[in-house]
């Protein structure tokens, strides 16, 4: 963390203890513990419909209340980060505090991740008490985009199903979760421009079996055999190797309807899956895979 000029640094502690000494001046400057003799109490001046308002002294429990508080801040200042660039005599950071609690968490679970991480992915997967584990993994670090019930959402995949872009047997889901994924879908809006995006939106549409124009389908099929059959192959059910969805199915990442197919076409896709290898380890990775297995292998 880089640390502030001088100026500012000095800036802060002085905004900080003059705040809190001032304050405190100007409460003790307005205390009164004088016992009237006479037993009547003098008013501030302050009248309202005929109320008057007592200068009574403020209540000893009040007073000794917030000098606790001024002592505590006083403490809590001199221990720990608070007054610009100084440290706190106790060198507490929250950096240090996540080194230590990490620390803690790999000396007491590090034996049972290894344990685990030698377990072949599909036998894991039967494991109740890892799958537990591997559920609250997902939960923490997938379900923003895939759901907690990891069925997905606009843009994201369905783990659920047994539709997998990349593969779904054990290695290529591991190989999914440690390196991640970036797919490149290009846009053909340049390329093929209106026309040739409507006829090939109608040509893919009629793959599924879906509603479509067999005249500019007919034409569609043309640009499909010219342009997309590398990637999503002669029979349009895909590619592994680059990520290619089936286009003879109903499952649509990004929606299927005419407009949403054609927007898919004319501006493409560009979908990235992190790499979790480096954020969770491999160990917890492992973990994560055989639970990604597990929920499209439900008995």
């Given at each position: 963390?880089?640390?502030?000029?001088?100026?500012?640094?000095?800036?802060?502690?002085?905004?900080?203890?003059?705040?809190?000494?001032?304050?405190?001046?100007?409460?003790?400057?307005?205390?009164?513990?004088?016992?009237?003799?006479?037993?009547?109490?003098p008013t501030t001046g302050h009248v309202y419909d005929g109320i008057?308002?007592?200068?009574?002294?403020?209540?000893?429990?009040?007073?000794?209340?917030?000098?606790?508080?001024v002592i505590f801040a006083l403490v809590y200042l001199a221990l720990?980060?608070?007054?610009?660039?100084?440290?706190?005599?106790?060198?507490?950071?929250?950096?240090?505090?996540?080194?230590?609690?990490?620390?803690?968490?790999?000396?007491?679970?590090?034996?049972?991740?290894?344990?685990?991480?030698?377990?072949?992915?599909?036998?894991?997967?039967?494991?109740?008490?890892?799958?537990?584990?591997?559920?609250?993994?997902?939960?923490?670090?997938?379900?923003?985009?895939?759901?907690?019930?990891?069925?997905?959402?606009?843009?994201?995949?369905?783990?659920?199903?047994?539709?997998?872009?990349?593969?779904?047997?054990?290695s290529d889901i591991k190989t999914t979760v440690m390196n991640g994924?970036?797919?490149?879908?290009?846009?053909?809006?340049?390329?093929?421009?209106?026309?040739?995006?409507?006829?090939?939106?109608?040509?893919?549409?009629?793959?599924?079996?879906?509603?479509?124009?067999?005249?500019?389908?007919?034409?569609?099929?043309?640009?499909?055999?010219?342009?997309?059959?590398?990637?999503?192959?002669?029979?349009?059910?895909?590619?592994?190797?680059?990520?290619?969805?089936?286009?003879?199915?109903?499952?649509?990442?990004?929606?299927?309807?005419?407009?949403?197919?054609?927007?898919?076409?004319?501006?493409?896709?560009?979908?990235?899956?992190?790499?979790?290898?480096?954020?969770?380890?491999?160990?917890?990775?492992?973990?994560?895979?055989?639970?990604?297995?597990?929920?499209?292998?439900?008995?």
């Open positions: 963390m880089n640390e502030l000029t001088p100026f500012w640094s000095a800036w802060i502690i002085v905004i900080t203890l003059g705040s809190i000494f001032g304050s405190y001046w100007l409460l003790a400057s307005v205390r009164s513990n004088t016992k009237h003799p006479d037993g009547e109490v008057e308002e007592l200068d009574n002294p403020l209540p000893r429990w009040w007073y000794w209340k917030y000098v606790i508080t720990y980060p608070g007054l610009g660039n100084f440290k706190g005599l106790l060198g507490w950071t929250q950096i240090n505090q996540y080194e230590r609690e990490v620390a803690k968490a790999e000396q007491e679970f590090g034996p049972l991740f290894a344990k685990y991480q030698s377990t072949d992915l599909e036998e894991l997967s039967q494991d109740d008490k890892a799958m537990r584990l591997g559920q609250r993994l997902f939960s923490n670090n997938c379900a923003i985009c895939h759901g907690s019930a990891a069925t997905g959402s606009y843009g994201f995949p369905n783990l659920t199903d047994n539709d997998w872009l990349y593969g779904g047997e054990t994924r970036t797919a490149g879908m290009p846009a053909w809006g340049a390329a093929l421009g209106e026309q040739g995006i409507n006829d090939t939106a109608q040509y893919v549409l009629s793959l599924s079996g879906r509603e479509s124009n067999p005249e500019a389908a007919a034409k569609g099929k043309e640009i499909y055999a010219t342009n997309c059959v590398a990637c999503h192959g002669q029979d349009a059910k895909g590619s592994h190797l680059f990520g290619a969805p089936n286009l003879t199915d109903d499952i649509w990442l990004y929606g299927g309807t005419e407009q949403q197919v054609m927007q898919t076409l004319r501006n493409g896709r560009a979908g990235k899956m992190p790499a979790w290898k480096d954020i969770l380890g491999e160990d917890k990775a492992h973990i994560v895979s055989a639970y990604v297995y597990s929920l499209s292998h439900q008995e």
